[in-house]
T-cell receptor, first 116, second 112 residues
């Protein structure tokens, strides 16, 4: 069974440009999450989808970030326009419906974003 | 202050035991977790403990929870070079909570 996959693995862009990160969750997982780790900081929650609906987006830093999950399958996270402080690793995770009772999220390898 | 704190680095010799410590601030934490991130890979759940437990053992891994002191530790017995990774402590609040609060991670280096 394929795990959570993320694309691209690394993106280097200039300040002011736009970047779109993609996440393919484990097939059948209704829950999809985005987290990010800014350099030297903790991994922070961004938002949570249940199928195509945003369940909680309280962690989104500002309106330059837009997450979508059309059709309840893969998700995209767009940063427009990117700023220097957006540099970091963006993790996507998924979990089955009704979970996580024990908090097990299945994480992807992350997309590293570098804003110059 | 940070919600979850852990030391950033730990170095041990192969065959020794490793102990990674973590402190958290939220007394209403329901579950506490240890995630492992190997180089070039995503985070993988290593083990977890429910807040009403003091200890959990799983093969070479022992998790100790001191709820009074809000202290969590992960002990790896007979540490191997394959255990070299970053270990993240995390907490969630409330049953079924998906919002995990992570520490910065402890990088474990195992010396052959």
């Amino acid at each position: 069974e394929a795990g959570v996959t993320q694309f691209p693995s690394h993106s280097v862009i200039e300040k002011g440009q736009t970047v779109t990160l993609r996440c393919d969750p484990i097939s059948g997982h209704d829950n999809l999450y985005w987290y990010r780790r800014v350099m030297g900081k903790e991994i922070k929650f961004l938002l949570h989808f249940v199928k195509e609906s945003k369940q909680d987006e309280s962690g989104m830093p500002n309106n330059r970030f837009l997450a979508e999950r059309t059709g309840g399958t893969y998700s995209t996270l767009k940063v427009q326009p990117a700023e220097l402080e957006d540099s970091g690793v963006y993790f996507c995770a998924s979990s089955p419906r009704g979970s996580p009772n024990t908090g097990e999220l299945f994480f992807g390898e992350g997309s590293r974003l570098t804003v110059l | 202050g940070e919600d979850v704190e852990q030391s950033l680095f730990l170095s041990v010799r192969e065959g020794d035991s490793s102990v990674i410590n973590c402190t958290y601030t939220d007394s209403s934490s329901t579950y506490l977790y240890w995630y492992k991130q190997e180089p070039g890979a995503g985070l993988q759940l290593l083990t977890y403990i429910f807040s009403n437990m003091d200890m959990k053992q799983d093969q070479r891994l022992t998790v100790l929870l001191n709820k009074k002191d809000k202290h969590l530790s992960l002990r790896i017995a007979d540490t191997q070079t394959g255990d070299s990774a970053i270990y993240f402590c995390a907490e969630s609040i409330g049953a079924g909570s998906y919002q995990l609060t992570f520490g910065k991670g402890t990088k474990l280096s195992v010396i052959p």
